[in-house]
Nanobody
């Protein structure tokens, strides 16, 4: 079974940047999409970005392109999520998971990691 492990969370000041990493035990065929989700306090788990491990085509949640940058490293079997110009709205637990297509709802993604906490505060 494919295993995903998130890391890189922590405390970041408003306006700062942070890069999260999702390590993948093996390339998830036939589900080669890796999605990043976040869940704020008391909120729903929402997809913020997604990438196709095969061709690198990426997708972003509404209004998040330019604020977030998703990238993949096939050799290292990892997917990164860079948060730039962080705001309090970025405070959440960030998760990565796999699916055949990025447009699938969160409930259909699989192989969830344990999550990594990001807190934006001065």
């Amino acid at each position: 079974q494919v295993q995903l492990v998130e890391s890189g969370g922590g405390l970041v000041q408003p306006g700062g940047s942070l890069t999260l990493s999702c390590k993948i035990s093996e390339l998830p065929y036939p589900s080669p999409r890796i999605g990043w989700f976040r869940q704020g306090p008391g909120g729903l788990r929402v997809q913020v970005a997604c990438i196709n491990m095969v061709d690198g085509i990426s997708y972003y949640g509404s209004g998040l392109e330019g604020h977030l940058l998703i990238s993949r490293d096939q050799a290292k079997r990892s997917v990164s999520l860079q948060i730039t110009d962080a705001t309090s709205e970025d405070t959440a637990i960030y998760y990565c998971a796999t699916a055949p297509l990025c447009k699938w709802p969160a409930s259909d993604f699989q192989n969830w990691g344990q999550g990594t906490q990001v807190t934006v505060s001065s």
